[in-house]
């Protein structure tokens, strides 16, 4: 059964809020350049509402009101229904029967291991100043393995902070399978080949980009609110005078510069540079000022995303087609996972009620 011949992608994102430029770089834009590649069976963009629930848990209307902004945020970027499968994970009851049944396969102190749980546990601040850390919260390695192996997903395009989960989900997939017999797929992960674009830092220059922290560009951004975080972007601080030397290495500008622009842009906008290592290079010598390179991105920025507002306006007119593709993509996520979760009963032997064998293994038994 694990001999899956298909090539199926699952992602998603958690709807705490409205997506913003670092999901668009760093898998959006990926995604739909994926989904018309023609080379995938299946595509599946989970809404991750309950594992956005275990550290939201006493505001669910926050969870709520975002799905549909996390939807139109997808199809504003391009996902289109008719080829990829949008769907809601809290509507999908196969995916907490084998959240359960992977729990019995990772110890605590492998989750305690989990670079990426302890980073996050870190951020929220769990833990600290009498803030628990929900279980949740904490199992989220195994729930995420029970999403990526219910749709039988052999790649999975992530953002580079997302490795150990994958890792953590190769070992469960691997030890089901050893367990059991072979069922699960083993998934592969797929970064992006820009390596700027894994992991967009924040404008005000930290490590992530977060809707806590107000330090992100959203997609649906206008072109008032895309000039004012760009003016506001971390730069070089000792960069005081255009006469100076610049370093480019942690001045956001240039990371956006790095994930977002392409030689078009300089021929369109500033053609006295051929390419971005012209412009990194005056900078570096001096000579260059931050006004001048933060306009250059403000334009390139408001190229990308011009396309974007355009399709947003048009899905904001039509919201009732927009629950419809939710509604129709997680039926048929519902049937999918409900398949797997029926393959993964046979296998454990806890299938009572579906195997016509069983009534006389027992009557055997009992003689």
Known sequence: MAGNKKNIILTGDRPTGPLHIGHYVGSLKRRVALQNSGKFDDIYILIADAQALTDNADDPKKIRDNIINVTLDYLSCGIDPEKTTICIQSELPALYELTAYYMNLVTTARLERNPTVKSEIKMRGFNEGGVGLPVGFYTYPISQAADITAFKANCVPVGEDQMPMLEQCKEIVH????TYGEVL???QILLNENTACRRLPGTD???KMSK???NCIYLHATEKEVHEKVFSMFTDPDHINVADPGKVEGNCVFTYLDAFSNDEHFREYLPEYAC???MKEHYMRGGLGDVKCKKFLEKVLNEE??????RRAKWDADIPAVYEILKKGTEKARETTGRTLSEVKDAMMINYFADSALISEWEANIR
């Open 205 to 207: 220059g930290k490590a």
């Open 276 to 278: 971005l290592d012209e």
């Open 212 to 214: 806590s922290l107000g």
């Open 185 to 187: 797929v083993d998934p």
């Open 305 to 310: 995303l011009a396309p974007i507002r355009e």
């Open 175 to 178: 030890k089901f399978n050893s």
